[in-house]
């Protein structure tokens, strides 16, 4: 079972962000992930993922459990990187002329969040849901 939920997938078109959140519902359900919780990790999940693909020409995912209560997911591209990941995290901030809450609201809906990325060195953003007791 185990082989059937941790994966690394490629993320360079649009059905690829589909296939990342199906096997981040595969995850989700091996741990027992309530319905809110589970909505909450694709939710962060899509918008990571797009980013990657739109803003940084397109990545990879990794999708594993975690303790056996948990859910990872690590999205990385080779982009141009965020030069100023604060700034990225604002409400607001958009390079895109979006509404500007994509990953500060993804980072609220995840139990743990980790961003690294530098101009030049490309974005790798970590998220982890844990089932609650």
Not at 1 to 9: N, Y
Not at 45 to 61: D, K, P, Q, V, W
Not at 81 to 108: H, P, Q, W, Y
Request: negative net charge; proline residues 2%.
């Amino acid at each position: 079972m185990r082989d059937e939920v941790e994966s690394t997938l490629a993320i360079a078109h649009h059905h690829d962000l589909v296939r990342v959140r199906r096997a981040l519902g595969v995850a989700a359900d091996a741990v027992g992930l309530d319905p809110v919780r589970r909505t909450k990790l694709l939710t962060a999940a899509s918008e990571i993922a797009r980013n990657a693909l739109t803003h940084g020409g397109g990545g990879e995912a990794e999708v594993e459990l975690v303790e056996g209560r948990g859910v990872r997911l690590r999205v990385w591209d080779h982009g141009r990187g965020i030069e100023d990941v604060e700034e990225a995290l604002r409400d607001g901030f958009s390079t895109a002329g979006s509404m500007g809450v994509g990953l500060g609201g993804a980072r609220r809906l995840v139990d743990e969040f980790a961003l690294e990325s530098g101009k030049g060195t490309g974005t790798c953003v970590t998220v982890i849901v844990w089932k609650r007791p």
